[in-house]
């Protein structure tokens, strides 16, 4: 699976849209963009996939650029209940085989009030 | 309401003693994972099942065991638990589909 590189860390204001960034730039054709995010210490959350349109739902926007190398996930209007550790994976498509879901880092996201 | 649920969400136990952390599922996923969570590590598959009596090793199976006996179960066990196991665990299922996992709330244990 290809490897994905997030800042650290971010702040947004609450109320405002939060954008983070995503680069893995070794994706390849077949694997997809995933949203992770993990309020602390509970379990992850599923936010949203990607495979190179832009996708939204009703928790957050992905835009994935055109040679794929990239993505940022929006979150249209961030609440302080948005803090949170949000991880970028890139996996490919899981009909079958091994189901292992690969989390960096990730980007802690604090919301200011 | 569709969720995962782990017993117990605690656990204090000494090396040695045998302990079973259950996971249970009610949304008719084919796909169920157990993960560890480790400060500086972050999340590392232990195993993780494909269908009832179908699993396979993820990446630290050292020390666990699993079965999957019915669909909507999925209890990890620790034959002989060790302080290297002390971790905060969860559990995940999926629909056969993309990536799109569910996760338990978590079980953090502790080994003495």
């Known amino acids: 699976d290809a490897k994905t590189t997030q800042p650290t860390s971010m702040d947004c204001a609450e109320g405002r849209a939060a954008n983070l960034p995503c680069n893995h730039s070794?994706?390849?054709?077949?694997?997809?963009v995933y949203w992770y995010r993990q309020i602390h210490s509970q379990g992850p959350q599923y936010i949203i996939h990607g495979l190179k349109n832009n996708e939204t739902n009703e928790m957050a926007s992905l835009i994935i650029t055109e040679d794929r190398k990239s993505s940022t996930l929006i979150l249209p209007h961030a609440t302080l209940r948005d803090t949170a550790v949000y991880y970028c994976i890139v996996r490919g498509y899981s009909g079958g085989g091994a189901d292992g879901l690969t989390f960096g880092k990730g980007t802690h996201l604090i919301i200011q009030p | 309401e569709a969720q995962v649920t782990q017993n117990p969400r605690y656990l204090i136990t000494v090396t040695g003693k045998k302990l079973t952390v259950t996971c249970s599922q009610n949304?008719?996923?084919?796909?169920m994972s157990w993960y560890r969570q480790d400060p500086g590590l972050g999340l590392r598959q232990i195993y993780y099942s494909m269908n009832v009596e179908v699993t396979d090793k993820g990446d630290v199976p050292e020390g666990y065991k699993v079965s999957r006996k019915e669909k909507r179960n999925f209890p990890l066990i620790l034959e002989s638990p060790s302080p290297n196991q002390t971790s905060l665990y969860f559990c995940?299922?999926?629909?056969?589909?993309?990536?799109?996992?569910?996760f338990g709330p978590g079980t953090r244990l502790t080994v003495l």
């Open positions: 995940a299922s999926r629909p056969p589909l993309y990536n799109e996992q569910f």
């Open positions: 070794t994706i390849s054709g077949n694997e997809y």
């Open positions: 949304m008719n996923h084919e796909y």
